[in-house]
């Protein structure tokens, strides 16, 4: 074993995962949390195969499908006429298809089933409100009394562990802004479907709609142009961001109009991306999820692909001769797969947001694809298997 102890900064999707799947491997994990309690930040989460099989693998699929929704379809539709484009089908089919389901949820279900999972692990340690502000195995000590082998940064976007690996990446502002807002099912307009992720596009800006049982109602994120608010999460929009939003999708369908001006809760993400860069510093320290490759949400991955890390560090960390050899075949195996999502995310944020006669070229090549045939462009995605 090259690593008996690890320190885990962040306790998001990437640091729980990844405390399960080392702890699965005999590795003791020490989660070092920020915030004083495991609070539920954002809406809605769309679970792909990928990410679902692993969870699978770490024992709380159940927990999960108790709760969520295995939508019947992803659905591309007009923003101006509501129209569907083209779909591809998931529910029974992306378990059949993927051999894993495809579910949507509240973040804080999977947040509260993920914590639960590491709380009930021998070898895990929760740590919560400790802000670590030097990524040192004495500056970890300090908090959990273990010394780590290896620290793993799993601190998100704003990653205070990446300053300690030389030439990592770097967070850039992408000028886009996620609103996010949910609506009850009783208020909610009729072209929001209970059976189906829908995306709804326009030029330069989209909406992505979806059922979220937990709350019997909608999550509904929309993305366009905006106004970097610095660093945050998450903030609630102003007047002038509201008129910015509702600017951008001027001669859209009047209902979407309508659910847009309506809203009174909707809070905006600033979408930052995290540049190319070093994960890892050849020796004790490691970067996972957000902290390494944050991207758009053109493609719903990064919460997947914070999955994704957590179980291939911890296949590594088990098969590589030395600590060194592990972080580095993590780094290039992850590197590989995390290049080919961003290039699909950045092929969606190209078609999603075209303007003019090209978008009517779009919808027209999209409709005339059986959905099987878009469902096989999905296959290296969703029936990806770490190795
Ligand atoms: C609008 C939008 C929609 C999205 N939809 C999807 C989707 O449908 N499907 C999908 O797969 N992905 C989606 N994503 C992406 C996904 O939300 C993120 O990729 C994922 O949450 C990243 O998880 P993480 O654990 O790496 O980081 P985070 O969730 O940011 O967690 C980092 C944790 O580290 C803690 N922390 C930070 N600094 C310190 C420190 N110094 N000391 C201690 N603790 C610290 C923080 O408090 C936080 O708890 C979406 C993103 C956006 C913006």
Redesign the pocket.
Known sequence: MNVENAAI?????????AALALSRRGISCQV????PY?AE??A?????PN?TRILGRLGVLPQLEHVWTEPDMIALASGRTLGRIAHVPVGRSARERWRAPYG?LH?GTLQTVLSAAVSAEPLCSLHLG????R?DPATVAAVTGVTPDLIIG????????RESITNAPEPDFSRNV?W?FTIASEVAPDFLSPYSVTAFLGPSAHI?SYPLREIGGYNI?A?ASGVDPGHT?EAHGDTRQKQILLDQFHGWHPKVIDLLRGTQDAKF?P?YQVSNGAWQNGRNTVL?????H????FA????????E?GWQLALCLSSATSLPAALAAYESVRKARIARVRQRGSFNRFAYHLRGPLRFGRDLVLSLRPPQSLAADMDWLYGYEAS
Request: charged share 15%; proline share 2%.
């Open positions: 900064i962040g306790a998001g999707m990437a640091g729980l995962t070092i949390e920020q915030a495991l930040v954002g809605g989460l769309q679970l792909s990410a949507v973040r400790h802000r670590i502000d990524a799993a601190d998100g976007v704003w990653s205070m562990v996620a996010r992505v994120v993305i999460w993400w979408l996972i999820g957000d902290a390494a944050a991207m758009m949400p719903a991955q990064g919460a997947a692909m914070a999955i890390d």
